[in-house]
Nanobody
Framework: QVQLVESGGGSVLAGGSLRLSCAAS????????MAWFRQAPGKVREGLAA????????DYADSVKGRFTISHDNTKNTLYLQMNTLKPEDTAIYYC????????????????????WGQGTQVTVSS
């Protein structure tokens, strides 16, 4: 089993930045991909960014490309999401997720491909 614990959420003004962290433990060697998702009230869960841990390659949703950066520190088993130029529409609960299998590019931002989830952290962007 893998446990994921997010941190770093909070409130920020539009145009500001936040960095989310997600610590993974204890059996992380089996993980292939880690990703960030978000869910706003009344909306479906949206895939934002994914990273192939072994290769370091990344995928981004168009809605955050150029503003958000996903990264992973192998020594700390921690996933990050640097969020810049935040907008009010970025307000949501942000979740990190992980899986233990190869995932095709088109599916790396699909929630159904991930079996491990964190508890979520709230991000609120005000104008």
């Amino acid at each position: 089993q893998v446990q994921l614990v997010e941190s770093g959420g909070g409130s920020v003004l539009a145009g500001g930045s936040l960095r989310l962290s997600c610590a993974a433990s204890p059996y992380t060697r089996s993980l292939w991909y880690m990703a960030w998702f978000r869910q706003a009230p009344g909306k479906v869960r949206e895939g934002l960014a994914a990273i192939w841990i072994g290769a370091g390659s990344t995928d981004y949703a168009d809605s955050v490309k150029g503003r958000f950066t996903i990264s992973h520190d192998n020594t700390k088993n921690t996933l990050y999401l640097q969020m810049n130029t935040l907008k009010p529409e970025d307000t949501a609960i942000y979740y990190c997720a992980a899986n233990d299998h190869y995932t095709r590019g088109a599916e790396r931002l699909s929630p159904s491909e991930y079996g491990y989830w964190g508890q979520g952290t709230q991000v609120t962007v005000s104008s």
